[in-house]
């Protein structure tokens, strides 16, 4: 479809974008460097997460990793500890990845166009434009869920931004009204506009800097777009966590190489068949490790969500001297489950055994 309406005026709402992101832009720690790797790491970090939370994970970050070899020669696990807590851990073995392809290829310099830089490991269509445009000032489009928002009501767009294909409707309207001159400023101002302005639900369109042109601001459905369809109900699991003491350690125990938070660390879990844990949890336990696992007691109950399922956690504490496990489980000591990567249910578990005085 044709996306710019004939009467819009692009230079006058550069303009206007420009000069509102110069004066009001937030002072956040990653627009105080023009350094690519650090900006890609920031976009990386933003992906489905807010910004509050993102930016004590990105200062620590960039400290332990201030050049782009520190992050390509890290330990996996090292990394996933510097990560932990943010989620989506996908993200930080594939920016390392990245990076590394950065290192071997391009002598650690991130490349300076979209084919390149769309190569690497993780690496999308928006944030290849985020670190082109931000880093780099090319004129390239950077589009996320806020972008797709705030155009879809500045130029009347109606196409589901829900559905993939539409995305390609906005990258093509961005490349037909990007500033030449500012593309950084430009994007940026795109996505500030639609983080503090344009936001979902309550668009506070009177102190829009452009909303001269926005086409649902004139016909008053600013709060009809974007169409977007509802995503299909998570799925739900349900899972016995088990902190298993055997003196001073705890078992622990490493998930698969791939999958949902591979190479995380957590506590041993098994799944169960629904949300009512059968009774005999002990011999249910011990018919999955060389050894009986005894006195079992139950010491929180908690959910987790992840983008595409739920987990429904069972916690419990139990005794399994003399057991013999596998060899991606290991026993440690309370200092050294400290050092472990682990994601959101193993730290609430970790929670509820800290206020036993358990860990």
Request: proline fraction near 6%; glycine fraction near 6%.
């Amino acid at each position: 479809m044709e996306a710019i309406p004939i009467e819009f005026d692009s230079k006058k709402f550069q303009e206007d974008l420009i000069s509102w992101f110069a004066e009001e832009k937030r002072d956040l720690p990653w627009r105080r460097t023009a350094d690519p790797y650090q900006i890609w790491i920031s976009e990386i970090m933003l992906q489905q997460t807010r910004v509050d939370t993102v930016i004590p994970y990105y200062k620590r970050f960039v400290e332990k990793f201030p050049t782009l070899n520190d992050l390509a020669n890290a330990e996996e696990e090292v990394l996933l500890k510097q990560w932990e807590g943010l989620g989506y851990y996908s993200r930080a073995r594939n920016l390392q990845a990245g990076v590394k392809e950065v290192a071997e290829k391009y002598n650690g310099i991130v490349p300076s166009t979209r084919k390149e830089i769309s190569s690497l490991k993780g690496v999308g269509p928006y944030t290849a434009g985020a670190v082109l445009s931000i880093a780099y000032g090319v004129p390239e489009h950077a589009v996320d869920g806020n972008v797709m928002r705030v155009l879809s009501r500045i130029l009347l767009v109606e196409e589901d931004i829900a559905k993939p294909k539409t995305r390609k409707t906005f990258e093509d309207a961005v490349m037909e009204i990007i500033s030449h001159e500012n593309p950084s400023f430009f994007n940026q101002g795109l996505m500030e506009l639609g983080a503090l302005i344009c936001t979902p639900t309550s668009p506070k369109c009177l102190l829009c800097p452009v909303r001269e042109q926005c086409g649902a601001f004139h016909e008053g459905r600013q709060h009809e777009l974007p169409v977007k369809t509802k995503a299909k109900k998570s799925k739900e699991l349900h899972y016995a966590m088990l902190a298993i003491r055997s003196g001073e350690t705890v078992l622990m125990e490493k998930r698969p190489e791939s999958g949902l938070l591979a190479n995380m660390w957590q506590f041993p879990m098994v799944e169960m068949g629904g949300a009512v844990l059968p009774e005999g949890l002990d011999e249910h336990l011990s018919e999955n490790f060389k050894g009986t696992v005894e006195n079992t007691e139950q010491i929180t109950s908690f959910k987790h969500v992840f983008s595409h399922l739920t987990w429904n956690v069972d916690g419990f504490i139990a005794q399994g001297d003399g057991l013999t496990v596998p060899s991606h489980m290991k026993w440690v000591t309370a200092e050294e489950l400290e050092l472990l990567p682990v994601a959101g249910p193993v730290r609430k578990m970790k929670e509820a055994l800290r206020q036993r005085g358990d860990v």
